[in-house]
């Protein structure tokens, strides 16, 4: 469902607390903080707050959904030009890995947050279900069903992704904790031998991982 086009002010009052919302929800889960909290640091009007979210838990959601489109742009950069889909898959990986290396904050406000595993109703969801449509239809894949498929594998990216910012891995650890998940990963959705280690290889990560450092200094 396509948002309503806000006027530039109620723009710049929900970005404020969308803001606000990244670095308060980074240090406390929705139910320990206080309306009053978000519109104070968002330095807007209470009622302000009730005029784009109807309660703090679908404004946690909608912070959320502003982490899973950054997500969302870095899967697309690093997925650019590349049409095999356990490859897809795979970049799919490497870029939650990346992303919770460059912004832990970010990434534990979205562990905090409901609703990340919704089917279809996300384009970062949507995407991950078309490449296992088409890597199944390729015989590449083998899973007992979409969904299945779709819980799984952002399961997977998600603990990767936790995994990295509770042990404050370091670019290194990091990568290494990427390589070994994603192996395991592809395994358990039945990729060949030969491709899991094409596609899960050290050198891979790391050539992917620039790929990435490309598209943020660009």
Partial sequence: MTEPQLSPRA??????LISAGMELLAERPVDAIAIDEFVASAQVAKGSFFNHFKDKRQFANAVASEIRGEIEQWVGAINSGVADPVERLAGGMIAAAAYALAS???????ARSFGGLSLGEHPINAGLLRDLRDALRQGL????SEQVGVLYWLGSCQTLMGGIVDGSADRDA???????????????LGVGAEQVESSSGADTVRRRFAQLDRFRAG
């Fill in 104 to 110: 832990p904050r970010r990434t534990i406000v979205l």
């Fill in 11 to 16: 723009a710049r009052t929900r970005s404020a």
């Fill in 141 to 144: 894949i083998a899973i007992p």
């Fill in 174 to 188: 990091a990568q290494g904790l990427l390589t070994d998940l994603l192996r395991l990963g592809l395994r358990g």
